[in-house]
């Protein structure tokens, strides 16, 4: 049985960081972004991206599980 891997965990980390810039350079005057994600895996998602967003900028940032 093999295995195909599609990013690695590093490759991952850059992408997230990346949504988390996207997300601060169309909200930058905003106050406070939403970042929501579906229950379970998306909501561990919706963290990452909330994390990285947070060390990048000063908005606000509200993490909701759908």
């Not at 049985?1 to 988390?20: D, F, V, Y």
């Not at 919706?46 to 993490?63: N, P, Y």
Request: charged share 20%; with cysteine; aromatic share 8%.
């Amino acid at each position: 049985m093999s295995s195909n891997i599609i990013l690695t965990n590093q490759e991952i980390e850059h992408k997230i960081k990346r949504i988390a810039y996207q997300i601060y350079e169309t909200f930058v005057d905003e106050e406070e972004v939403v970042i929501a994600g579906i229950a379970s895996n998306g909501f561990v998602f919706a963290e990452k991206v909330a994390s990285a967003l947070s060390s990048i900028s000063t908005l606000k940032v509200s993490i909701c599980e759908v």
